[in-house]
C-alpha cells in the first residue's frame, strides 16, 4: 500500500472496552434518565379521554426499563460499571402538569434521545453485537416516538 492509499482509508480499529463502556454508559443514561422515567413516579394530571396518552407513555418506561437492564448486563460483560448519572435538574419543573402539555415535552425530548441513541449505535460501529443492541434499542425508540405523535 502507498501512503496515498492509506491517506484516503479510513482507519478501522477495534473500540476497546473501556471505550464501550463510556459509550453503554451514555446510552444507559438516555435510557434511565428520561422525562417518561422521571414521569413513571412523578404521574402526571390525567383528565378524561386521555389515558391512551399515558398507556403510550408508560410502555415507552416499559421498554426503556427492559432495554437499560440489557445494557447494564453488557457494560457488566465488559467489567465496567453501569452509572445511569441523574435525572436533568429541570425535570422537577413539570409535577403536577397534565398529560396532554407533558405529552409535547416527552416528544421533544425523546426526539433529542433518539440523536443520542444514534449517536451512541454509530459509536459503537466497530463492536457488531454493541452496534446490533443500539440499533435495537433505536429503532424500538422510534416506534414509540412514531405513537407518541399520534396521541399528541
Known sequence: MTNDESMTKPECRTM??????????????????SLPMYLRDARP??????????????NLVRDQHMYAQRV??????????PDPGRFPIEFTAVHDLA?????????????????AIERCAADLGSTPSLRSLAEEILGNARGHLEILEKEG
Open 99 to 115: 398529560i396532554d402539555f407533558l405529552l409535547q415535552k416527552v416528544i421533544e425530548q425523546e426526539r433529542r434521545d433518539l440523536a
Open 16 to 33: 476497546n472496552s473501556s471505550e464501550a463502556v463510556e459509550v453503554l454508559n451514555r446510552l444507559l443514561h438516555v435510557l434511565c434518565r
Open 72 to 81: 447494564a448486563e453488557a457494560i457488566a460483560e465488559l467489567e465496567g460499571g
Open 45 to 58: 394530571w390525567t383528565g378524561p379521554g386521555q389515558p391512551r396518552a399515558q398507556q403510550a407513555i408508560d
